[in-house]
């Protein structure tokens, strides 16, 4: 008899998506993403940080101040978008732990992704969100609040028991 406390599909690729977070250097924030095709099968992972080449110990981590990380930072779902090195993302569904902002709104739109699946929204009233949503819609890529059945998932890298 199969295994019935096996995690779904979503519980999956949210699970890789916050995990490659764990990726991100960040001090205040990590975000991670997973792409996946309608067959159930990973393209592309990315997570928030700087670009290749620019050391994330020269660049500012900083939210306020002077210098801070924003004109720096790659979002993770552009990571993802860019990291899939031309494989072809259309049709795909976008796993990603923050609903992504307008300017990763446009780079999933114009990757042909169908569908977002987000666990938060904590940023639901700020305009660029917002015009993130508007263009999300207008472009007919559907958006789902990831509910998860289960609080959360552990790995374990005791091999004894597999």
């Known amino acids: 008899m199969k295994r019935t406390d096996y995690i779904t599909w979503d519980e999956y690729f949210m699970g890789v998506a916050l995990l490659a977070a ?13 792409i996946v095709d309608e067959n159930n099968v990973i393209l592309t992972t990315g997570y928030n940080g700087f670009p290749l080449g620019c050391s994330d110990d020269e660049f500012p981590w ?9 004109p720096y930072v790659v979002h993770a779902e552009l990571n993802a978008i860019l990291n899939a090195s031309g494989k072809s993302l259309r049709g795909a569904r976008l796993y990603v732990a923050l609903f992504p902002c307008n300017e990763c709104a446009k780079a999933i739109i114009q990757a042909g992704i169908k569908e977002v699946v987000y666990l938060s929204d904590k940023y639901a009233d700020t305009p660029a969100t917002q015009a993130s949503k508007m263009m999300l819609h207008a472009a007919g890529v559907g958006l789902r609040n990831f ?5 959360e998932l552990t790995l374990d ?6």
């Open 147 to 151: 509910r998860p059945d289960i609080e």
């Open 157 to 162: 890298y005791n091999i004894d028991h597999i």
């Open 22 to 34: 764990r990726r991100s250097k960040d001090p205040n924030t990590q975000v991670g993403a997973c």
């Open 62 to 70: 900083d939210r306020e101040g002077e210098h801070t990380k924003y």
